[in-house]
């Protein structure tokens, strides 16, 4: 048997022969080269604005001559991510722990907001208001020069407010609603919110009037259908003059008559030499 000859015939059969690998690694090396190109693609489409904005600021702007620009215009990058090794500080990252730096509007405490000031109104501006506020007391008297006496606000009104005495030689406030007797009278102390109003009225019985002088009262209320309400003064000897400081709402004829007119607050003066009395009158609607 010649030694060409193949010892077994089937060993000449193509489809038994091994395959031949030559192929095999070109088509490995395509796809592999496939696969590399289109990573640079990928890098490059999610990468390339932020690798050209480092190449721009690492070269201050200026590319070399073999690229035929000599400058290029900066832009912002937005939205990007950092690039593998950027070295860069991450907002709100600590760049040696890698912790989250807190946010500084955590810390922020806002000022507090300046309280209001008081409105400022005069005597008569303040009186037009409509009542509303409550207060402690809306009579009292005070009998010695610098004597005091504070009201105070009850209610649900809180403020600020404004007080005001109708005649500060007479009895001055301060603005908490210390009233204090300067020299004799009365006077009527409001105070107000800038809406809404409280009177009270002061009476300052000092210096030149008689200790022993009396006013059958010194408030009243009355409508007009009860009509008309005598006042007499009591303990002085002389003639006794009788006003009206609101003659509109109550009138006082000169024996000391009040005739309610309308709706209203009023005040009856009786004078006399060396003195005189007050007395309020209201008259609801």
């Known amino acids: 048997m010649d030694e060409n000859t ?3 015939p089937e060993d000449n059969d193509p489809r038994r022969q091994p395959p031949k690998r030559g192929g095999s690694a070109l088509i490995t090396l395509l796809l ?3 696969i590399l190109l289109l990573s640079a693609i990928l890098i490059y489409l999610r990468y390339g604005d932020v690798m050209m904005n480092r190449l721009y600021q690492f070269t201050d702007g200026k590319i070399g001559a073999e690229t035929g620009v000599t400058s290029l215009p900066r832009r912002e990058v937005e939205d990007t991510e950092p690039l593998p ?10 760049t040696e722990s890698g912790d989250a730096i807190p946010d500084e509007d955590e810390f922020f405490e806002p000022e507090p907001e300046p309280e209001p000031e008081p409105v400022v109104l005069d005597y008569a501006a303040a009186r037009a208001l409509p009542d509303g506020i409550e207060l402690s007391t809306h009579d ?18 809180t403020g600020p407010f404004t007080w005001i005495s109708e005649n500060p030689s007479v009895a001055s406030v301060d603005e908490n609603g210390k009233i204090t007797a300067v020299s004799h009278g009365t006077v009527n102390v409001i105070v107000t919110d800038g809406v809404r109003k409280g009177l009270c009225v002061a009476r300052m019985i000092t210096g030149a009037t008689s200790t022993t002088a009396k006013l059958n009262t010194t408030d009243f209320t009355r409508t007009v259908e009860e009509g008309e309400y005598q006042l007499k003064v009591s303990g002085v000897d002389g003639p006794i003059a ?13 024996n000391g008559l009040v005739i309610p007119l309308s709706k209203g ?6 004078s006399w030499d060396g003195g005189y009395l007050i007395c309020v009158v209201r008259v609801p609607g």
């Open 242 to 254: 009788w006003t009206s400081e609101n003659p509109s709402v109550a009138s006082v004829d000169e």
């Open 265 to 270: 607050q009023a005040r009856i003066r009786a």
């Open 85 to 94: 090794g950027d070295t860069d500080e991450l907002p709100g990252v600590d």
């Open 140 to 157: 009292f008297t005070l009998r010695t020069l610098g004597e005091s006496a504070t009201v105070r606000v009850k209610g649900g009104s």
């Open 32 to 34: 592999v080269l496939i």
């Open 6 to 8: 193949p010892r077994y």
